[in-house]
């Protein structure tokens, strides 16, 4: 026989951030359990770094201490911090004291966005051309895109991506899963969509649904791409 509906169970994940929500879940009407993810603590963070560069947290209290006040915390911001860093010579390894070094003075008056999206935005703006093109393009066909239709993108619009999309990899803005190209956090898609001036998106959605509509008799998922443009 079918399937009694006391039988059947259906287990759903969702996450949003404070304020992005009127209220959370009705618990008279559906069960739930509300999970509060906070953002980590000034002792947690210096264990953290002081894992991260193999040295005592005694050696790296001060170094975690300035990136917990300039991060707040924030886990995404304190990984694209302390990459920045790195590539900008401020966090190094030193191979005649073998082990990481940092210039502190330096690292204290960098002037920092307090919001992750601005700082991120401006991560992105200082890359190459195309590697800023290509994100922009990526963001506006949602989170992720696989291979195949990013072959069928450069195809349409006559343009390079996959030069791109390997550096954006190499640089932790995007992850290569199996077939798929994700970004590695909606605040990064966010900041590459941020990229492209109010005015002309309409324009940039447009030209791309316009692209990919004469492809419907190749596959119908081209025609729900257009549309959704």
């Given at each position: 026989?079918?399937?009694?509906?006391?039988?059947?169970?259906?287990?759903?994940?969702?996450?949003?951030?404070?304020?992005?929500?009127?209220?959370?879940?009705?618990?008279?009407?559906?069960?739930?359990?509300?999970?509060?993810?906070?953002?980590?603590?000034?002792?947690?963070?210096?264990?953290?770094?002081?894992?991260?560069?193999?040295?005592?947290?005694?050696?790296?209290?001060?170094?975690?201490?300035?990136?917990?006040?300039?991060?707040?915390?924030?886990?995404?911001?304190?990984?694209?911090?302390?990459?920045?860093?790195?590539?900008?010579?401020?966090?190094?390894?030193?191979?005649?004291?073998?082990?990481?070094?940092w210039d502190e003075e330096k690292i204290l008056c960098?002037?920092?966005?307090?919001?992750?999206?601005?700082?991120?935005?401006?991560?992105?703006?200082?890359?190459?051309?195309?590697?800023?093109?290509?994100?922009?393009?990526?963001?506006?066909?949602?989170?992720?895109?696989?291979?195949?239709?990013?072959?069928?993108?450069?195809?349409?619009?006559?343009?390079?991506?996959?030069?791109?999309?390997?550096?954006?990899?190499?640089?932790?803005?995007?992850?290569?899963?199996?077939?798929?190209?994700?970004?590695?956090?909606?605040?990064?898609?966010?900041?590459?969509?941020?990229?492209?001036?109010?005015?002309?998106?309409?324009?940039?959605?447009?030209?791309?649904?316009?692209?990919?509509?004469?492809?419907?008799?190749?596959?119908?998922?081209?025609?729900?791409?257009?549309?959704?443009?």
């Amino acid at each position: 026989g079918g399937l009694n509906s006391q039988d059947v169970h259906f287990f759903f994940l969702g996450c949003y951030r404070k304020g992005e929500v009127d209220s959370g879940v009705n618990d008279d009407v559906i069960p739930s359990t509300n999970v509060k993810l906070d953002s980590i603590d000034e002792e947690t963070l210096g264990t953290m770094v002081s894992e991260t560069l193999c040295l005592s947290p005694r050696l790296t209290r001060t170094l975690s201490s300035t990136i917990y006040h300039k991060t707040k915390g924030n886990p995404l911001f304190v990984t694209r911090l302390m990459i920045s860093l790195s590539k900008d010579g401020l966090l190094r390894p030193s191979l005649r004291r073998q082990r990481w070094e940092w210039d502190e003075e330096k690292i204290l008056c960098q002037k920092l966005s307090d919001d992750v999206a601005e700082f991120l935005l401006h991560t992105i703006l200082a890359l190459p051309i195309d590697v800023k093109s290509t994100l922009s393009t990526l963001s506006c066909f949602g989170s992720s895109v696989n291979s195949a239709f990013v072959k069928t993108l450069e195809r349409v619009l006559d343009k390079n991506l996959r030069g791109g999309i390997e550096t954006a990899v190499a640089e932790g803005l995007l992850d290569e899963i199996d077939d798929q190209y994700r970004f590695s956090h909606d605040r990064i898609q966010e900041a590459a969509y941020n990229m492209i001036a109010y005015l002309d998106r309409c324009h940039f959605h447009f030209s791309h649904g316009m692209a990919l509509a004469p492809l419907h008799d190749e596959e119908d998922g081209f025609l729900f791409t257009a549309v959704s443009q």
